[in-house]
Antibody, heavy 124, light 113 residues
Framework: EVQLVESGGGFVQSGGSLRLSCAAS????????MHWVRQAPGKGLVWVSR????????EYADSVKGRFTISRDNAKNTLYLQMNSLRVEDTAVYYC?????????????????WGQGTLVTVSS | DIVVTQSPDSLAVSLGERATINCKSS????????????LAWYQQKPGQPPKLLIH???TRQSGVPDRFTGSGSGTDFTLTISSLQAEDVAVYYC?????????FGQGTNLEIK
């Protein structure tokens, strides 16, 4: 059974930092692109970042570029999101998301598994 | 960036009746080399993460009941629930994955009439 378990959320003041973790199990973590998606309270879904299977490729939404860093440790089956210079508008539930498997020259697929999410609250 | 717009924002349908949700992208998400539409539908129930229902615009994810059907191509897509069940009450999102940034529609809140 695929499991994605996020941790590291919490309450932080504007300008502060947090590091989110996502422990993955039930699938070959090192073979999959992984993403972070966030959802502000009562709002819709917003894609944040992605990383390819070996960690050599990363992409970010413009709203977090230069402030957030995605990384992974395939030996530990764990995905990370380092969030610096946090703003009030970063307040959201952050979901760790597994992309449907694709191999070779393949970059884009739907999201087949989501974690339960971890809440990040940034206060002014 | 591709903008994805859903309609309606909310919908109330009687049990056993058909529910239809529309999704429009600001540019085509049909990839010419493989003839696939890079469009997915998700269901999100209160307090839960989203669940993948449909990808490639019309391919039902494993385990999803066959009352859920995705259709359309290019820029216009539809999610149809053929006979609404009580457990289908949720917010539904469409999403394109035709290159980053992936974007989602604003969501459609589906309720029982």
């Amino acid at each position: 059974e695929v499991q994605l378990v996020e941790s590291g959320g919490g309450f932080v003041q504007s300008g502060g930092s947090l590091r989110l973790s996502c422990a993955a199990s039930g699938f070959t973590f090192s073979s999959h692109w992984m993403h972070w998606v966030r959802q502000a309270p009562g709002k819709g879904l917003v894609w944040v970042s992605r990383m390819n299977s070996d960690g050599s490729t990363t992409e970010y939404a413009d709203s977090v570029k230069g402030r957030f860093t995605i990384s992974r440790d395939n030996a530990k089956n764990t995905l990370y999101l380092q969030m610096n210079s946090l703003r009030v508008e970063d307040t959201a539930v952050y979901y760790c998301v597994k992309m449907v498997y694709c191999s070779g020259d393949c970059y884009d697929r739907a999201f087949d598994y989501w974690g339960q999410g971890t809440l990040v609250t940034v206060s002014s | 960036d591709i903008v994805v717009t859903q309609s309606p924002d909310s919908l109330a349908v009687s049990l056993g009746e058909r529910a239809t949700i529309n999704c429009k992208s600001s540019q085509s998400v049909l990839y010419s080399s493989n003839k696939k539409d890079y469009l997915a539908w998700y269901q999100q129930k209160p307090g839960q993460p989203p669940k993948l229902l449909i990808h490639w615009a019309s391919t039902r994810q494993s385990g999803v009941p066959d009352r859920f059907t995705g259709s359309g191509s290019g820029t216009d897509f539809t999610l149809t629930i053929s006979s609404l069940q009580a457990e289908d009450v949720a917010v539904y999102y469409c999403q394109h994955y035709y290159g980053t940034p992936y974007t989602f529609g604003q969501g459609t809140n589906l309720e029982i009439k």
